[in-house]
């Protein structure tokens, strides 16, 4: 069964450092999310994406972050400067169309780690 | 307000024996759905089922039902038959049609159940 793939599982990096945390969306998705899960709370949405552009963004997505389909297969998102709180389970997630009746379908998330 | 509601944090259940995780959600919008996800200590998450609004009829996919109670605004998974690899945390979560005005692509989330299947 298709599935949507992250890459790296885990990520540590220096704060104030720049990240990029890469996905593969499945193939014939045409939307495509990301969340971020704090160790021990809920997932939060942070953005969508369609079309090239994004879609919605939630608050906690500020200039810090950015988000790029950067080829036909890739679906990244980048934070800058990045702070200790950015330290999270990101998740990339993508549908076959929108709507609230669309399965959104979840990769298996890259551990991000701030020092 | 909590738009997802688990008011379980954590359930222990005996092998075999059926398991009923409670979601109750807020929302005014007509049009919505209702999304099970499982996340097992390795930290995926999986889909496992989901109901849509407007369904007259409550969605099931192997071992998982979904017991929707509209009036009620309740969305309870029911696990058959526990095993334990059923072990793990289990969300919630809401999608909020074009009518609702915002958060409409994103999922919003419920805290979490951690369910421990004990043999």
């Known amino acids: 069964e298709p599935e949507v793939t992250q890459t790296p599982s885990h990520q540590v990096t220096q704060m104030g450092q720049e990240v990029i945390l890469r996905c593969v969306p499945i193939?014939?998705?045409?939307?495509f999310y990301w969340y971020r899960q704090i160790l021990g709370q809920k997932v939060e949405f942070l953005v969508s994406?369609?079309?090239?552009?994004?879609?919605?963004k939630s608050e906690i997505f500020d200039d810090q972050f950015s988000v790029e389909r950067p080829d036909g297969s890739n679906f990244t998102l980048k934070i800058r400067s990045t702070k200790l709180e950015d330290s999270a389970m990101y998740f990339c997630?993508?549908?076959?169309?929108?709507?609230?009746?669309?399965?959104?379908?979840f990769g298996d998330g890259t551990r991000l780690s701030i020092l | 307000a909590q738009k997802i509601t688990q008011t379980q944090p954590g359930m222990f259940v005996q092998e075999k024996e059926a398991v009923t995780l409670d979601c109750t959600y807020d929302?005014?919008?007509?049009?919505?759905?209702l999304f099970w996800y499982k996340q097992p200590s390795s930290g995926e998450m999986i889909f496992l089922i989901y109901?849509?609004?407007?369904?007259?009829q409550n969605a099931t996919e192997g071992r998982y039902s979904l017991n929707f109670q509209k009036a009620r605004k309740s969305a309870n998974l029911v696990i058959s038959a526990s095993q334990l690899g059923d072990s793990a945390m289990y969300f919630c979560?809401?999608?909020?049609?074009?009518?609702?005005?915002?958060?409409?692509?994103?999922?919003?989330f419920g805290k979490g159940t951690h369910l421990i299947i004990q043999p």
């Open positions: 997630a993508s549908s076959k169309r929108q709507g609230a009746f669309q399965p959104q379908h």
């Open positions: 193939s014939n998705h045409l939307y």
């Open positions: 994406f369609y079309n090239n552009e994004i879609s919605e």
């Open positions: 929302t005014s919008d007509p049009s919505y759905g």
């Open positions: 109901q849509g609004s407007y369904d007259q």
């Open positions: 979560a809401m999608r909020e049609g074009v009518w609702s005005g915002g958060g409409a692509d994103g999922l919003t």
